[in-house]
């Protein structure tokens, strides 16, 4: 626990003595602690594609001046990069407008069941390019949610999408929506959504901490797969936003289930 410590002389008629006081700013300095790390992260992860940049850019105007070949595979690099900073910096202003709104009720009403169909026909292409079958358990009626659509598409997309990455080339990533009419943990009717892989799964140790902002259990293979190491995080401001709960359970070797609870709408 850190304090700050204020002392000062009273002397008013009759009242006279030392004062002291205890002021207790743990919280304050954790908060600061939490926010020099992400700004020392944030310029660590924009800073690895720059540098490759720089580098590569010093190539092409030196040796590589007249390598035709040697050009056309340097600039496929350099344009993967560039993507990933640029998927990187998208994801930080998602991050940081959902952690801005997180205290706004969000107004409008959204079908949970149309939004999980038309996210999954979105990313069809995505998973048909590594081999993975996307699959769907979705009753045919509607399932109404108090939410913002924008971000809970951004929330599906980014649990299907992990899926997707780590649930391993050839394999199934199912999507199951269905309505509680008494959820247990929320005490009222909710929806349910999860999506389930049959990847590699998730050591128990990591799981509380996958939510954290940058925090990856596996850094190369999260890179190779084009991750930017903040789409649990965002998905978990977004549950919070929508006054849900977002659990994973994992079997190492087996596979990984993301759930996610939102309250029903009345
Ligand atoms: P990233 O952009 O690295 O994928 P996320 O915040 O989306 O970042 O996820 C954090 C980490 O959680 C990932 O790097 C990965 O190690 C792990 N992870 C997320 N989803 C899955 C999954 N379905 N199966 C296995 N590991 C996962």
């Not at 056309?72 to 998602?94: C, H, N």
């Not at 929806?191 to 190369?220: A, C, N």
Request: neutral net charge.
């Amino acid at each position: 626990t850190t304090y700050v410590v204020k002392c000062g002389w009273i002397d008013s008629g009759d009242i006279r003595g030392v004062l002291v006081s205890f002021h207790d700013v743990s919280d304050l300095e954790a908060a600061g602690q939490m926010r020099r790390d992400f700004v020392a992260n944030v310029s660590h992860e924009l800073r690895t594609p720059l540098t490759a940049l720089m580098g590569f850019i010093e190539t092409l105007r030196g040796p590589a001046k007249n390598d035709p070949a040697a050009q056309d595979r340097f600039l496929g690099i350099m344009q993967a990069e560039a993507e990933r900073m640029e998927r990187l910096v998208k994801d930080l202003l998602s991050l940081s407008r959902v952690e801005a709104q997180e205290r706004v009720r969000p107004a409008e009403e959204v079908d949970l069941a149309a939004l999980a169909r038309s996210v999954l026909h979105g990313l069809d292409p995505v998973a048909r390019e590594t081999d993975v079958t996307l699959t769907a358990e979705i009753p045919p009626e509607a399932n109404i949610v108090p939410g913002d659509e924008d971000q809970l598409r951004q929330l599906i997309s980014n649990l299907v999408e992990n899926a997707i990455k780590y649930g391993g080339a050839g394999g199934v990533v199912t999507l199951s929506l269905a309505a509680s009419p008494r959820d247990a943990a929320l005490r009222a009717p909710a929806v349910v959504l999860s999506v389930r892989d049959k990847g590699q799964g998730i050591d128990p140790i990591h799981i509380p901490r996958l939510t954290e902002r940058f925090y990856r259990v596996d850094s190369h293979r999260s890179r190779q797969v084009g991750g930017t190491g903040l789409g649990l995080a965002i998905v978990k401001h977004i549950v919070s936003r929508h006054r849900g709960r977002l659990r994973v359970e994992s079997v190492p070797g087996q596979g990984s289930t993301f759930t996610v609870t939102l309250p029903a709408a009345a």
